[in-house]
């Protein structure tokens, strides 16, 4: 479930924790996947050191507070954690807004972020981008300044 594109801070967040040192590293684009299909709002991983220098990653998430029992069930069922840590958190986000900007190559659409009613980001959407690089076989970077130049 996307946040709605008004101004707004989010009050009803979580932040989820896990440090993973024996998790399989196969297993962690899985785990990504079941998070956002059930409802996080962003999942990443950190590259950490735990105790006796092992090297291994901290999953970390943002979800809404209603959510936190069904991360914690596919966090214990799908990796090897034995304990999670979570905390309230608050999220502010900007007005969103999106565009479309014509290119030689197709339509790409650019989203756009606005803080009290003012324009102060543009960034192209990627997916748009790789399908015309792709599409025309040409390098993803050629749409993506194709892009900027319009919006400068």
């Not at 709605?4 to 924790?17: A, F, G, L, R, V």
């Not at 959510?67 to 999670?84: F, S, V, Y």
């Not at 502010?92 to 197709?106: H, P």
């Amino acid at each position: 479930m996307q946040p709605p594109n008004y101004e707004h801070t989010d009050t009803d967040m979580m932040k989820i924790e896990v440090n993973l040192d024996d998790t399989p590293g196969e297993w962690l684009g899985y785990v990504m996947d079941r998070l956002f299909a059930s409802g996080a709002n962003d999942v990443y991983y950190t590259p950490i050191y735990m105790k006796k220098n092992r090297p291994a990653v901290q999953l970390q998430l943002l979800c809404d507070k209603k959510l936190l029992e069904t991360m914690k069930e596919i966090l214990l069922k799908e990796t090897t954690t034995l304990g999670i840590r979570y905390y309230p958190l608050s999220v502010y986000r900007m007005e969103r807004e999106t565009r479309q900007v014509e290119t030689k190559w197709g339509r790409v659409r650019v989203k756009q972020g606005l803080y009290n009613g003012e324009l102060l980001k543009e960034s192209p959407e990627y997916e748009d981008c790789r399908r015309l690089a792709e599409a025309n076989q040409i390098p993803l970077k050629m749409v993506y300044q194709a892009v900027w130049k319009q919006l400068n």
